[in-house]
């Protein structure tokens, strides 16, 4: 015992040990900030929060939540995507292939999916929970905002992930919804007013979304860029934005 | 939830503060844990659905969009495509996103509290309500050619035609939507003055607009339902 705390002091003492931990562990005060402040992840939290706030029953940890589930959505997606070609003739296959031979691909595929869904709910609820608490009020008005954008990208991350798999269920709830895009006043083929730009079938927006007429091999690519790519970016990029909007709104809600 | 009282007196220790390490990041590791264990269980036991490759010749029936638009897909029974999947969630959005902007009560910021906010509290649950119980509709009562089942029923292709349905005159549906907005718009202002002059003439409209908006929904939906109203207003371009 004392052989292992004398070599734990030796290895916490060298150099090279301090140049990557820049604090001791012993419970302090100091250590307790520096905790927080010089590590990069938990540097998004302040030092110190409020008390309410680290309540369990006032944030659910639900924004928290609709975050970790985006990470872990995004080291799955990478994963599934050395397994995955956009391609319409082995998409399929590629789905085939992760549930039946793929080590652990099963599990892969299924919980990213699995994961994506649990994503709409959680951030869903978060916008309620924020709601409840009157959390939009000033100063954080712009911040709810910011929220409601990343609730649509939420939603299209989701939407645009359903046809990757290139089976029938997606395919046809994409074309319901891509559908609705024609319907679109002055910009789809179908919607009111098309004809005032001169709005067709082949240059309406549906046409932009789905890079053809019909459901085919440049939908399932667009819709691939879009989900691994585009919209991740965007979405990561506007949660940079809220969460420093969090701590510049004077963090976390309480109590006036 | 906590109430009120409570809300007052956390409202006392405000001030009070504690570390984040380890006090918060502790709570969220384990919410990380615990949500890591539930997904890769749920995902053990349920697996993700994967149909039959893709055959644009042979359309699914019903055919339905992920589940969170379903709502919209449900509302497509009631209002053309122009309205029910473009129209309203823009406005749905726009509604959202100005929130802030039109709800002035100060009061409430920072704790669940019914009391001080009955109008904003009950007016956004009614629509997230709203929203899902669209959806579970559109998921659990909906087979093929999108027609009602109830979730205890087995779906067949045999059903009775609908009955035809009929619109209003432009005679009545004008006049009808004129009162029901220019009432709808008036009313409250004299009823709840105080409420009205509080919010200010734009920030009124906004927010009475959007309310009005969202009940003619569920009463076009009513008039479907119990009329077969198809359309209240009808112009060369557009009907609604
Ligand atoms: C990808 C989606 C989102 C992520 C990852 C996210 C994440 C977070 C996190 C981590 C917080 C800190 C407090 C908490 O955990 O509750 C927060 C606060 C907040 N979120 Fe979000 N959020 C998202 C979407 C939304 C949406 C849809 C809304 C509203 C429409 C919203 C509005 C807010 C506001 C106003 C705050 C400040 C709340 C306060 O100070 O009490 N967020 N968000």
Not at chain 1, 37 to 64: E, F, Q
Request: charged share 15%; with cysteine; net charge positive.
């Amino acid at each position: 015992m004392n052989l292992i705390l004398f070599l734990i002091r030796k290895l916490t003492e060298t150099e090279v040990w301090k140049s990557v931990f820049r604090h001791g562990y012993t419970d302090t005060p100091r250590n307790r900030a520096l905790q927080t402040i010089s590590n990069v992840w938990l540097h998004l939290h302040p030092v110190k929060v409020p008390k309410h706030a680290v309540k369990i029953r006032y944030t659910w940890c639900l924004g928290g939540l609709t975050f970790f589930i985006f990470l872990y959505l995004t080291v799955t997606g990478v994963l599934l995507m050395f397994y995955y070609v956009p391609d319409v003739n082995r998409a399929y296959a590629d789905m085939i292939d992760l549930m039946y031979v793929v080590p652990l691909g099963r599990l892969l595929r299924t919980s990213h999916r699995w994961a994506g869904h649990a994503m709409v709910i959680t951030v869903c609820f978060h916008m309620l929970r924020v709601f409840l608490t009157g959390s939009y009020k000033a100063p954080r008005q712009f911040n709810w905002v910011l929220g409601v954008l990343l609730l649509v990208l939420t939603f299209l991350l989701s939407f645009t992930g359903y046809l990757l798999p290139w089976d029938q269920l997606g395919y046809w709830a994409i074309m319901v919804g891509t559908n609705m895009g024609a319907a679109t006043p002055v910009m789809g083929y179908q919607g009111p007013f098309a004809d005032l730009l001169g709005v067709k079938i082949n240059n309406d927006v549906r046409f932009a979304l789905l890079g053809g007429t019909q459901i085919d091999a440049p939908s399932l690519l667009r819709a691939y860029v879009w989900h691994c790519i585009g919209i991740p970016i965007i979405a990561g990029a506007l949660m940079i934005l809220h969460f420093w909007r969090v701590r510049k709104d004077g963090g976390i809600s309480g109590p006036l | 939830m906590s109430n009120h009282a409570e809300a007052q007196v956390a409202n006392n220790k405000k001030t009070e503060k504690v570390f984040s390490w380890p006090n918060l990041v502790a709570k969220e590791f384990i919410a990380a844990i615990l949500c890591t264990v539930i997904l890769l269980v749920y995902s053990y036991y349920v697996d993700a659905p994967l149909r039959e490759l893709a055959n644009p010749g042979e359309p699914e029936n019903p055919a339905k969009a992920p589940w969170y638009f379903l709502g919209l897909q449900e509302i497509l029974v009631y209002f053309d495509p122009w309205i029910a999947g473009v129209i309203v969630p823009s406005i749905i959005l726009v509604g959202l996103m100005a929130i802030p902007y039109i709800d002035v009560n100060p009061k409430g910021n920072g704790g669940y509290c019914f009391r001080d906010r009955r109008f904003a509290i009950t007016v956004f649950l009614f629509g997230f309500i709203f929203w899902y119980a669209l959806i579970v509709v559109g998921t659990y009562m909906r087979g093929p050619f999108w027609s009602f089942f109830w979730p205890w029923e087995t779906w067949s292709f045999d059903f009775p035609t609908p009955p035809p349905s009929v619109s209003l005159p432009n005679w009545l549906g004008i006049p009808a939507l004129l009162i029901y907005f220019g009432l709808g718009m008036l009313v409250p202002a004299v009823a709840f003055w105080k409420f009205a002059k509080q919010l200010g003439f734009i920030r009124y409209n906004i927010t009475m607009m959007l309310l009005l908006l969202m009940l003619g929904m569920l009463i076009k939906m009513a008039l479907r339902l119990m009329f077969n109203v198809k359309y209240v207003l009808q112009t060369p371009w557009f009907n609604i």
